[in-house]
């Protein structure tokens, strides 16, 4: 039977990918999710990290408010951490290294997405900062 923490882990694996690629990565990339968080941020979280680990795991759908709220308030939590390392983890994969690479586009098509995502990014981060604020404070 897994442990606690290897159960977590394999929650945030699929959480996370499909937070960034739209779908479930496959779950010989979640096993890599997996031992790259016990390589690179192994040990115990911080309270508040914690804390807000816990909450986007029960609530998967903060997990976009989440991230641009510690983009803005804490680009070093382990949150944006652990997020990094699954994008790392998917980018490095054949299947979804297309996700990461850039597109043909034309300059107005070009203008009106960086428009349509700087927005979308503002309203998530200034919505974010609210349930970020309430995820810290949360049980583990």
Do not use: C, Q
């Amino acid at each position: 039977m897994p442990e606690p923490e290897d159960r977590e882990l394999e929650l945030e694996g699929r959480l996370f990918g499909r937070y960034l690629v739209g779908r479930m990565p496959p779950p010989e990339l979640v096993e890599r999710y997996r031992e790259a968080n016990r390589i690179l941020l192994g040990g115990t979280a911080p309270g508040s990290d914690a804390a807000v680990l816990a909450f986007a795991r029960r609530h998967p759908w903060s997990i976009p408010f989440l991230d641009g709220a510690a983009g803005l308030v804490r680009p070093g939590s382990l949150l944006r951490s652990k997020i990094l390392v699954m994008a790392a983890v998917l980018e490095a994969s054949p299947a979804f290294a297309e996700e990461f690479l850039p597109g043909a586009v034309r300059p107005v098509s070009l203008a009106l997405r960086v428009l349509g995502l700087g927005t979308l990014a503002v309203a998530r981060a200034a919505f974010g900062v609210l349930v970020y604020a309430a995820a810290a404070r949360s049980r583990v």
